[in-house]
Nanobody
Framework: QVELVESGGDSVEAGGSLRLSCEVRGYYSGCLGWFRQGPRNEREGVAT??????TYAPFAKGRFNISQDNSKDTLYLQMSSLKPEDTAIYYCAAAMRRCSYGVILASEFDSWGQGTQVTVSS
C-alpha cells in the first residue's frame, strides 16, 4: 500500500503560480499522477508521469509541469498562469501499472492522497 501526502495548496490571485508536492511513502511500480475536483465538477485528470513520459490534460498543457525528484519519493506539480477555474482540491495518485500514454484515467490508479486545496481569485 502506498501512502501519499500532498502539500502546497494555497489561495492565490489569477495569474499567479503554485507548486504542489506529494510525498510518496511505500512501494509503487507504475504511474504517478495529479487529479483535481472543483466545487461543481467530477474528478478530472491533470497530468501523469512514468517511464520518462508525461501526459497532460488539455487545460494543463503549457501552464502546468509534472515532475519528480531523483529518488522518486516526491511528486511535484508546478502551476503557473493560474485561472479561477483552476480552483479545486488537487490529489496525487499512484498506480501499480504503467501510465497510459495520452490519456489520464482515474480508474487506473490504486492509491490516493487526501488532497490539497487550491483557490484562485479573480
Amino acid at each position: 500500500q502506498v501512502e501519499l501526502v500532498e502539500s502546497g495548496g494555497d489561495s492565490v490571485e489569477a495569474g499567479g503560480s503554485l507548486r504542489l508536492s506529494c510525498e510518496v511513502r511505500g512501494y509503487y511500480s507504475g504511474c504517478l499522477g495529479w487529479f483535481r475536483q472543483g466545487p461543481r465538477n467530477e474528478r478530472e485528470g491533470v497530468a501523469t508521469i512514468g517511464d520518462g513520459r508525461t501526459t497532460y490534460a488539455p487545460f494543463a498543457k503549457g501552464r502546468f509541469n509534472i515532475s519528480q525528484d531523483n529518488s522518486k519519493d516526491t511528486l511535484y506539480l508546478q502551476m503557473s498562469s493560474l485561472k479561477p477555474e483552476d480552483t479545486a482540491i488537487y490529489y496525487c495518485a499512484a498506480a501499480m501499472r504503467r501510465c497510459s500514454y495520452g490519456v489520464i484515467l482515474a480508474s487506473e490508479f490504486d492509491s490516493w492522497g487526501q488532497g490539497t486545496q487550491v483557490t484562485v481569485s479573480s
